[in-house]
Each structure stands twice: as structure tokens, then as C-alpha cells.
């Protein structure tokens, strides 16, 4: 089993930073992708960005030249630096991960428990 455990996020005035990590430990032969999603209030689960192994990297439009995310393969970690906070960023961010336990399994993916950020004065 693989288990992701991410930082905390908190509450950040419009025009702040923040950056959340998530660490995924357990059975891990290999890791593929990792990423953040987000859901607002009210909303579908949406992709924020996200980073393959050779660390290519897709981020959604809205978040575009204000986060970045990043990766430490030796720690098996992956960073979302997010500049210039909008209120509209307000939502619970989930890590994701997609990797493999053994050399000869099927890639899967795992989910962090999701960290609450919330953006407002």
C-alpha cells in the first residue's frame, strides 16, 4: 500500500503564498505522476497541476504563472507552490500520486486525505 500525507494548509489573505507538500510512503517501486487536484465549494474536482517522472508538467489554466509545482524523487515528494492567491483558489486540495508497488504490477493511483486552504481577508 501506498499512503500520501500532506501539509497543512490554512487560511491566506488575496495576494498571499502558500505552498503544501505531500509525502508518499508505504510499498512504492516506482512513481509516474503526481499531482494536485482541488474541489471548491460547490464544485467538481478539478485538476491544478500535476508532474510525470521526467517532470513535464500541466497546470489548469486558472492557476497558470501563479503556482508551481515541483517534485523530490529521493523523498518520493511533491510541492504546489501557490503565488498570488485568489479567493476563488479557496478549496480542499488533494495530493495524488499514480505509481506502482511492484516492478510487474499495474500502475495505480492513491489519494491524499485533502488539506483545507481557504483565501480571504
Known amino acids: 500500500q501506498v499512503q500520501l500525507v500532506e501539509s497543512w494548509g490554512g487560511l491566506v489573505q488575496p495576494g498571499g503564498s502558500l505552498r503544501l507538500s505531500c509525502a508518499a510512503s508505504?510499498?512504492?517501486?516506482?512513481?509516474?505522476?503526481m499531482g494536485w487536484y482541488r474541489q471548491g465549494p460547490g464544485k467538481q474536482r478539478e485538476l491544478v497541476a500535476a508532474i510525470n517522472s521526467g517532470r513535464s508538467t500541466n497546470y489548469a489554466d486558472s492557476v497558470k504563472g501563479r503556482f508551481t509545482i515541483s517534485r523530490d524523487n529521493a523523498k518520493n515528494t511533491v510541492y504546489l507552490q501557490m503565488n498570488s492567491l485568489k479567493p476563488e483558489d479557496t478549496a480542499v486540495y488533494y495530493c495524488?500520486?499514480?505509481?506502482?508497488?511492484?516492478?510487474?504490477?499495474?500502475?495505480?493511483?492513491?489519494w491524499g486525505q485533502g488539506t483545507q486552504v481557504t483565501v480571504s481577508s
Open positions: 495524488y500520486v499514480r505509481g506502482k508497488t511492484t516492478s510487474w504490477g499495474s500502475p495505480r493511483d492513491y
Open positions: 508505504g510499498s512504492i517501486f516506482s512513481i509516474n505522476v
